[in-house]
């Protein structure tokens, strides 16, 4: 049974987890909460107010599309002029109503697969993961999630991850909000808050809905993690992808992990065909049908 902290108490099952709301009530967690979770998001997150609809957990990610036949336009009386096009310049991608975000300066990026050490000017006491991305495809909208994981690769507990439906891990180390500054999504850990249980962090990019739209991560661009200090002012390292899947929704951008007493971030930069509820039964939050 689930067991998640939210505003009321009660199992984590199936149907709960997908239905946890913009009020963050607390309650049993189940996978079809997971999957809708709510008709609206909290105030603040990039996709407030956004119509949830629950999803089929093993609806198949290479769908065909709807068909998207052009309307031809009729001919103007009189064409407007034609500007020369410009040499080498960059091809606009963006679909009409997708919000752009500008992208900030990564400072000490890593290619994917490296791992390296989180290095600061004093004791690492706490770090903050900022995410970033930018879509094709309006209709992909993009959640944040952290799973803290023991030594055995399993959350500690059915209620040790966060996201906008959970905003705080048990312990309260790990933290979620949304930011309408420079980066879209945080997670903040406080690494002397941390259980000691926690060996693991892993941070997935889940795109909503995907198997009822059929989207997928061939839709996204210029998603980004980076890892600041405890002050938020200095980065630590960075990762930026750029392997974008067609047949995966959830990606797995990075991680922490604890070796040898430090903890290091490793660039992970893989995906599964897996929604929130997907991803909960991955890393061991038992879900009930």
Request: hydrophobic residues 35%; charged residues 15%; glycine residues 10%.
């Amino acid at each position: 049974m689930i067991n998640i902290t939210m505003n009321t108490k009660g199992a984590v099952d199936h149907q709960t987890i997908s239905g946890i709301n913009s009020a963050y009530t607390h309650g049993a967690v189940s996978a079809q909460n997971i999957q809708s979770l709510n008709t609206r998001r909290p105030s603040g997150h990039p996709g407030a107010g956004m119509p949830r609809t629950n999803s089929p957990v093993c609806a198949p990610v290479s769908a065909p599309f709807p068909d998207r036949t052009p309307v031809q336009a009729q001919p103007a009386a009189n064409p407007p002029r034609q500007t020369p096009p410009v040499p080498n310049a960059p091809v606009q991608t963006q679909t009409p109503g997708t919000v752009m975000q500008n992208l900030p300066s990564l400072l000490h990026p890593v290619q994917k697969g490296q791992k390296t050490a989180l290095s600061a000017s004093g004791p690492l006491t706490a770090v903050h993961a900022r995410f970033g991305w930018n879509t094709t495809d309006p209709r992909c909208d993009v959640d944040v999630s952290a799973f803290l994981l023991g030594g055995d690769g399993k959350v500690l507990g059915d209620s040790w991850f966060v996201f906008y439906g959970q905003t705080q891990s048990p312990d309260g180390s790990a933290v979620f909000r949304t930011d309408g500054g420079t980066d879209r999504e945080v997670i903040s850990i406080d690494i002397g808050k941390l259980d000691p249980g926690v060996k693991k962090i892993v941070f997935v990019l889940t795109i909503n809905d995907a198997f009822t739209h059929n989207l997928n991560f061939s839709m996204m661009k210029d998603a980004y993690i980076r890892i600041m200090d405890a002050d938020g002012r200095t980065e630590l390292t960075s990762f930026q992808m750029t392997e974008y899947y067609s047949n995966v929704i959830s990606m797995m951008i990075g991680e922490l992990y604890l070796h040898n007493g430090a903890w290091k971030f490793n660039a992970v930069g893989n995906g599964v065909a897996r929604d929130l509820a997907g991803l909960c039964a991955l890393y061991g939050v038992e879900v009930t049908n």
